[in-house]
Nanobody
Framework: VQLQASGGGLVQAGGSLRLSCLAS????????MGWFRQAPGKEREFVAA????????SFADSVKGRFTISRDNAKNTVYLQMNSLKPDDTAVYYC???????????????????WGQGTQVTVSS
């Protein structure tokens, strides 16, 4: 399984970015997908996840109402739309995938077994 994240960059507070993650190596539509982030000096944390069907999503409290997650199973891609960005959102963002297919809603926060290379998001104040 390979995951390739893209779309990071430098943005001012209040701005928006959309991250993409292209997956390959297995049947994408069978698997939940997640986004995590890691800020300097901090542990990696859950940001958002989406069920394999796309019908169920889950978000960290810190991003609820500002971030949305979606997927295009025809393109093997999951997206993270980030609006109203804050300096505290500055981090390396990683997409992730589980090894288990058809995961339940309760498994949306994890565990995840495959990780992309990360894309840097920097929000200036």
């Amino acid at each position: 399984v390979q995951l390739q994240a893209s779309g990071g960059g430098l943005v001012q507070a209040g701005g928006s970015l959309r991250l993409s993650c292209l997956a390959s190596g297995r049947t994408f539509r069978f698997y939940n997908m997640g986004w995590f982030r890691q800020a300097p000096g901090k542990e990696r944390e859950f940001v958002a996840a989406i069920s394999y069907s796309g019908g169920i999503t889950s978000f960290a409290d810190s991003v609820k109402g500002r971030f949305t997650i979606s997927r295009d199973n025809a393109k093997n891609t999951v997206y993270l739309q980030m609006n109203s960005l804050k300096p505290d959102d500055t981090a390396v963002y990683y997409c992730a995938a589980p090894s288990r297919a058809h995961g339940s809603e309760s498994s949306l926060p994890g565990p995840y077994d495959y990780w992309g290379q990360g894309t840097q998001v920097t929000v200036s104040s």
